[in-house]
Each structure stands twice: as structure tokens, then as C-alpha cells.
């Protein structure tokens, strides 16, 4: 690992994500899963939920586990990390 302070989350948003600015609510989560607390992120449908665990899984080191509970849902965020340059795959009862 380098020495390089890792990238400015509203960085990683514009150049990996392609998005200009966050939803009300996303930056707070992220920053709190970025210094390392515990956190959730309670949001309506459609208000950006999955960024909130994609962002800091693209700054972090590790593996990120997502639970879901439709294999539709896996499916269609696998391919779009995919297509963001991201190691990703879905297990399940299939």
C-alpha cells in the first residue's frame, strides 16, 4: 500500500461514478463509514442507498459483503460495477 492519502470522496463520485454531487444524506454516511464508525443509512427507494457502501468500498481496502434480498437487485448492481471497473460478483440460491 502507498503512502498516498487516499482520494477525496467527492472525487471518486465524479470520476468513478460519474455523478456531480451527492443525494441529501450519502455524503454523511459515507464519511462516517470512511473514519470508521458504524453506521446505517436509512433512505426512501430511489434516494441513493447503494453509493453510500460503493463509494468507500472503491476508497478502502478490503472486501465489501452486500446483502440483498432480490437476486434481481444483485444482478443489476454486479453488471453496473462491473462496467465501473470493480471486482464484484453475486451468490445465491440460483
Do not use: W
Not at 471518486?12 to 454516511?29: H, I, K, N
Not at 452486500?66 to 440460483?94: C, H, Y
Amino acid at each position: 500500500m502507498s503512502g498516498a492519502p487516499p482520494p477525496h470522496p467527492r472525487r471518486v463520485l465524479t470520476e468513478v461514478f460519474g455523478y456531480d454531487a451527492f443525494r441529501p444524506g450519502q455524503e454523511t454516511v459515507i464519511r462516517a463509514v470512511l473514519a470508521g464508525h458504524d453506521c446505517i443509512g436509512v433512505m426512501p427507494t430511489g434516494a441513493g442507498k447503494s453509493l453510500t457502501y460503493q463509494l468507500p468500498a472503491r476508497i478502502l481496502p478490503g472486501t465489501v459483503l452486500v446483502l440483498s434480498p432480490l437476486i434481481s437487485l444483485m444482478k443489476d448492481q454486479v453488471d453496473a460495477l462491473r462496467e465501473l471497473g470493480f471486482r464484484a460478483t453475486a451468490i445465491n440460491s440460483t
